[in-house]
Nanobody, 118 residues
């Protein structure tokens, strides 16, 4: 059993900051990639940022220079520091990880709401 548990969402004013955390637990042998997607009603889930076990990062163009993804491999935890938040960043944010337990597969967190007021 593998679980991803997120924390850190909430309500913030435009220009503010939030930090999301996601910890993976359970029968984990290896994690390649951890990251964050987001989704608003009526739209597809989109990649926000991810990071490999080697520290290679990837960002959506809309969040570059505002969001920072990082990772603590010893704790199987990924973070998303979100600065200069804008109302269009409002979404449910989902953590994901590609994990080897009994086989390689993608795991998802339950989602955390981020709301940015103007």
């Amino acid at each position: 059993q593998v679980q991803l548990v997120e924390s850190g969402g909430g309500l913030v004013q435009a220009g503010g900051s939030l930090r999301l955390s996601c910890a993976a637990s359970g029968s984990i042998f290896s994690i390649i990639t951890m990251g964050w997607y987001r989704q608003v009603p009526g739209k597809q889930r989109e990649l926000v940022a991810d990071i490999t076990s080697a520290g290679i990062t990837k960002y959506a163009d809309s969040v570059k220079d505002r969001f920072t993804v990082s990772r603590d491999n010893a704790k199987n935890t990924v973070y998303l520091q979100m600065d200069s938040l804008q109302p269009q960043d409002t979404a449910v944010y989902y953590c994901y990880a590609r994990i080897y337990s009994s086989s390689w597969r993608d795991y998802w967190g339950q989602g955390t709401q981020v709301t940015v007021s103007s």
